[in-house]
């Protein structure tokens, strides 16, 4: 089964508002990344926070791990429509996996 | 930099013919990656080179599909004979070191098989 399970598989906002992305994960990790991936595209490399991190800014980007419980969030803030995209998160606990992607929709 | 290059961007073929997918990975990256992504399955880590050599298959779901890294620039991932459920997009990635650091994507290859 993967690794990491994303939720919401969906999540729909107007522009200016904040946009958080959860991810939960299985085994122990080394890092956590978050990619991003528009319609027909390529992924995008983001972020990664390391697992004795547990907070980590990038712009308008805001990653927290909490190892404990195994999960991650991703927050974006004051978002804007050309943040439309899937979002994924990656984890290398043994294997590399990417989960299962939240899709946004950003409404101008 | 060119970025992650690969080809064909579409491909269409019958079931039983060959597939080649090629890719050119960012020059000095020493990591190259090949996932498989359907809207079933997801994003699939097919399999993981480190130095032109292959360090986990585990991914690569049968003997159909096998995968070559003859030198640092370039990589083929075959697939022989094709069926219909190999349909998908297949992406190639590239990292300086390993999937423990960033990887940059190419843009896909879109396979069809009828």
């Known amino acids: 089964s993967q690794q990491g399970e994303e939720d919401p598989q969906a999540l729909s906002i107007q522009e200016g508002e904040n946009a958080t992305m959860n991810c939960s994960y299985k085994t122990s990790i080394n890092n956590l990344q978050w990619y991003r991936q528009n319609s027909g595209r390529g992924l995008v490399h983001l972020i990664l926070i390391r697992s004795n991190e547990r907070e980590k800014h990038s712009g308008r980007l805001r990653v927290t791990l909490d190892t404990s419980k195994k999960s991650s969030s991703l927050l974006i803030t004051a978002s804007r429509a050309a943040d439309t995209a899937s979002y994924f998160c990656?984890?290398?606990?043994?294997?590399?996996?990417f989960g299962t992607g939240t899709s946004l929709t950003v409404i101008p | 930099d060119a970025g992650v290059i690969q080809s064909p961007r579409h491909e269409v073929t019958e079931m039983g013919q060959e597939v080649t997918l090629r890719c050119k990975p960012i020059s000095g990256h020493n990591s190259l990656f090949w996932y498989r992504q359907t809207m079933m399955r997801g994003l699939e880590l097919l399999i993981y080179?480190?130095?032109?050599?292959?360090?986990?298959d585990s991914g690569m779901p049968e003997d159909r599909f096998s995968a070559k890294m003859p030198n640092a620039s370039f990589s083929t991932l075959k697939i022989q004979p094709s069926e219909p459920r190999d349909s998908a997009v297949y992406f190639c990635?590239?990292?300086?070191?390993?999937?423990?650091?960033?990887?940059?994507f190419g843009p896909g290859t879109r396979l069809t098989v009828l």
């Open positions: 080179f480190n130095n032109n050599v292959p360090i986990d």
């Open positions: 990635a590239s990292s300086r070191t390993s999937y423990y650091n960033e990887q940059f």
């Open positions: 990656a984890t290398d606990g043994g294997q590399f996996y």
